[in-house]
């Protein structure tokens, strides 16, 4: 990782894609904080399509894709993707894309893993958005108090393995899933459908930014991925670490790299932090 201020005037000006994960890239101890949602409208202003890519759920990207300023969501770590066509009358129409693969979370390994997990896992708890999750098990070891180590998260994701399913590590939780898809996957399923991104010809269109194991596979994609700096709890836990980093962690940093990608290509009033 290199400082994002190492990042080349040519390289901000290709960019047409700002992605984001949410938990802990643009919130800081759970709240959205407002240079990162300045940020956000500063990026929708100087159009550029941005797109949050989270592990949050359905429920929450139904929101996110009325509500925010942003082109579109990739939620559940890539189950669907949720975004609003515009209408003349400005109310919005929600469309929704489920991943071909995705599988319902009614599924019942999914219940054998919740169990032994909280079996295992002394002071591990569902988390309290299962309720808006169509396809993904969240387990929450630290978005609410006890906060449990990474080591126990990372059991629990081992767990997750012997009995079939795929588990991400975030910040908070550990989701589990059973389709065969991650942020990744539907990422690029999005851009390609909705935007005619061409993979390959159009890496350097795509600018991501991120905190945590759970977003190693799109910082292993993209040349311009980021991160803000409290990626460093990390550090042993991700392989492929994005090419820059901001200075500032959680939604500063967030807020940094973005004020970085606007001054480099040129805006007129590029958005200050
Ligand atoms: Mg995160």
Redesign the pocket.
């Known amino acids: 990782m290199v400082p994002i201020q190492q990042m080349t005037p040519a390289q901000a000006a290709g960019v047409r894609f700002v992605l984001t994960?949410?938990?802990?890239?643009l919130?800081r101890g759970g709240k959205l904080q407002r240079e990162a949602y300045a940020a956000l409208w500063a990026l929708h202003d100087a159009g550029l399509r941005v797109i949050p890519v989270?592990?949050r759920p359905a429920g929450w990207c139904d929101l996110i894709a009325r509500e925010w300023p942003v082109d579109g969501v990739v939620g559940e770590n890539g189950a669907l993707a949720f975004w609003e066509n515009p209408s003349g009358s400005g109310a919005g129409t929600l469309q929704q894309e489920f991943h071909p693969e995705a599988v319902t979370n009614e599924h019942p390994v999914l219940k054998r893993i919740q169990e032994r997990a909280l079996a295992e896992a002394p002071g591990l708890r569902v988390a309290r958005d299962q309720f808006s999750r169509l396809f993904d098990l969240a387990l929450d070891f630290a978005e609410e108090e006890p906060v449990l180590p990474l080591s126990l998260a990372e059991r629990v994701r081992a767990i997750a393995g012997e009995e079939g399913a795929r588990a991400k590590v975030?910040?908070?939780h550990i989701n589990v899933w059973m389709g065969n898809y991650d942020k990744l996957s539907m990422t690029e399923r999005f851009l390609s459908r909705r935007f005619g991104w061409q993979s390959g010809a159009e890496d350097g269109a795509v600018l991501f930014v991120?905190?945590?194991p759970?977003?190693e596979p799109l910082f292993a994609r993209f040349p311009l991925a980021c991160a803000v700096a409290n990626v460093r709890r990390y550090r042993g836990l991700i392989r492929n670490l994005p090419a820059f980093a901001a200075e500032r962690e959680y939604g500063e940093g967030f807020a940094e790299i973005v004020s970085t990608l606007l001054e480099k290509r040129g805006e007129a009033e590029p958005f200050r932090v």
């Not at 994960?21 to 890239?25: E, F, L, R, V």
């Open positions: 994960d949410i938990d802990d890239t919130t989270t592990g975030s910040s908070i991120g905190d945590s759970n977003d």
